[in-house]
């Protein structure tokens, strides 16, 4: 699975961190920045990552900032992207299994590397459940049209 990541100044401090868990569980990583911790603006590498994704030149993104809300919002406005800001393991399941979730945002401030490693882990392994969860992703999509 190839996965586009980046981060903002406040996610800088777990960027490294989770693109070698990526790796371990097998993922090809692309790093889109930035290269260090000096002051950036999230939507600029929220926008990278995005359109990645919508692209197919990535399978999923992964971003950071501090809170992983910023950086959902801005990569919830590429068409084709269905960003989610997550803090739990299970919220990351239900993301990918019920809404097909593509970019998972998370919080480099307030949640600690373990736990977006099985935040990363259960959004890069959960499969959507399609079925009814399906007609919704696709009403979900219809907004992109509007």
Known sequence: MKVAVASDHAGFCQKDHIIAY?????????????????RVDYPDYAD???RAVASGKADRGVLLCGTG????????????IRAVAVQTPEFARLAREHNDANVVC?????VDPEV???VVKEFMTT??????????VQKIMEEDKR
Do not use: I, Q, W, Y
């Not at 998370?106 to 307030?110: A, D, E, K, N, V």
């Not at 499969?127 to 399906?134: K, L, V, W």
């Open 22 to 38: 990526l790796c371990s569980l097998g993922a090809e990583v692309e790093d889109f920045g930035p290269g260090d911790e000096e």
């Open 48 to 50: 990278k990552v995005a």
């Open 69 to 80: 809300l910023g950086m959902a919002l801005t990569a919830d406005k590429v068409p084709g």
């Open 106 to 110: 998370l919080s480099g401030r307030f």
């Open 116 to 118: 977006n490693e099985e």
């Open 127 to 136: 499969d959507f459940a399609g079925g009814r969860h399906a007609v919704r």
